[in-house]
Nanobody, 119 residues
Framework: QVQVVESGGGLVQPGGSLRLSCAAS????????MGWYRQAPGKQRELVAT???????NYGDSVKGRFTISRDNAKNTLYLQMNNLKSEDTAVYYC?????????????WGQGIQVTVSS
């Protein structure tokens, strides 16, 4: 069994910064791609950023230049540094990990964490 848990969300003012973390635990052989997604009220879940095990990154257009994704492979941990936050970044942020476990490859999602950007 694999668990994925996000942390670091909260309330921040426009222009502020926040750092999200995501830890995967359990019976893990290796983790391929990891990523952040978000869902605002009344909207579909959208890509924020992804990163491969080798460090190749991909960002959604709305966060390019403001957000930075990174990971620590030794700790099975994913990060998202969010700078210059805007009200439109308000959403529930989800972590996804593509895990190879004893049962084979599978994508695991965290429960989500709220980020609210408001003055």
């Amino acid at each position: 069994q694999v668990q994925v848990v996000e942390s670091g969300g909260g309330l921040v003012q426009p222009g502020g910064s926040l750092r999200l973390s995501c830890a995967a635990s359990g019976i893990i052989i290796t983790i391929a791609e990891m990523g952040w997604y978000r869902q605002a009220p009344g909207k579909q879940r959208e890509l924020v950023a992804t990163i491969t095990r080798g460090g190749s990154t991909n960002y959604g257009d709305s966060v390019k230049g403001r957000f930075t994704i990174s990971r620590d492979n030794a700790k099975n941990t994913l990060y998202l540094q969010m700078n210059n936050l805007k009200s439109e970044d308000t959403a529930v942020y989800y972590c996804k990990a593509d895990v190879l476990s004893i049962g084979g490859p599978h994508g695991f999602w965290g429960q989500g964490i709220q980020v609210t950007v408001s003055s």
